[in-house]
T-cell receptor
Framework: DAGVTQSPTHLIKTRGQQVTLRCSPKSGHDTVSWYQQALGQGPQFIFQYYEEEERQRGNFPDRFSGHQFPNYSSELNVNALLLGDSALYLC?????????????FGSGTRLTVV | AQKVTQAQTEISVVEKEDVTLDCVYETRDTTYYLFWYKQPPSGELVFLIRRNSFDEQNEISGRYSWNFQKSTSSFNFTITASQVVDSAVYFCALSEGDMNRDDKIIFGKGTRLHILP
């Protein structure tokens, strides 16, 4: 049973560009959450998607947007990249109310903005 | 507001020593969930344990044990007889986990653990 799959694993982008990161949730999970982990910090919640809609959002600007598809997979889009967007982006899948059922994390996409 | 504090930024111990990682949390809710995750250099967050706010029973899993004390809002993690493979960053985390409410995870800043051979 595959866990959470994220692609690509590494990415280098230039400041001002746009980037799309992808996540396939664990089989049976219907909710996808995205986290940003800057170097030396704990992961920070970006947003969560359930039933193809944004269910919750953390304190991130509108440059960060997402999408969930009918098969529950998800994309994270970041526009107008800044150097400070360089981080490990983690995807977590769960059933809605993940605190009850538990979260499964992917290995992340390491984004470097130059 | 929810908050998780891991005061120990980095810890180094010699192999076979016991080590305790501290975690203090803040929440206004009576129903919440606490987690510990391990992050090896590969980056993936590895789930270690989940406890709900109504279960203060301590738990032991092999060399790992957890001490949950609501009176002090602490959820500490002890590794007994540490091994080099335990070297990683460990995160304590908190979630309200209610299906009808906010269930995002709030992470601490992590404790980097070095087990020296």
């Amino acid at each position: 049973d595959a866990g959470v799959t994220q692609s690509p694993t590494h990415l280098i982008k230039t400041r001002g560009q746009q980037v799309t990161l992808r996540c396939s949730p664990k089989s049976g999970h219907d909710t996808v959450s995205w986290y940003q982990q800057a170097l030396g910090q704990g992961p920070q919640f970006i947003f969560q998607y359930y039933e193809e809609e944004e269910r919750q959002r953390g304190n991130f600007p509108d440059r960060f947007s997402g999408h969930q598809f009918p098969n529950y997979s998800s994309e994270l889009n970041v526009n107008a990249l800044l150097l400070g967007d360089s981080a490990l982006y983690l995807c977590a899948s769960s059933l809605v109310g993940g605190g009850v059922y538990g979260y499964t994390f992917g290995s992340g996409t390491r984004l470097t903005v130059v | 507001a929810q908050k998780v504090t891991q005061a120990q930024t980095e810890i180094s111990v010699v192999e076979k020593e016991d080590v305790t990682l501290d975690c203090v949390y803040e929440t206004r809710d009576t129903t919440y969930y606490l987690f510990w995750y391990k992050q090896p250099p590969s980056g993936e967050l590895v789930f270690l344990i989940r406890r709900n706010s109504f279960d203060e029973q301590n738990e032991i899993s092999g060399r790992y044990s957890w001490n949950f004390q609501k009176s002090t809002s602490s959820f500490n993690f002890t590794i007994t007889a540490s091994q080099v493979v335990d070297s990683a960053v460990y995160f304590c985390a908190l979630s309200e986990g209610d299906m009808n409410r906010d269930d995002k995870i709030i992470f601490g800043k992590g404790t980097r653990l070095h087990i020296l051979p």
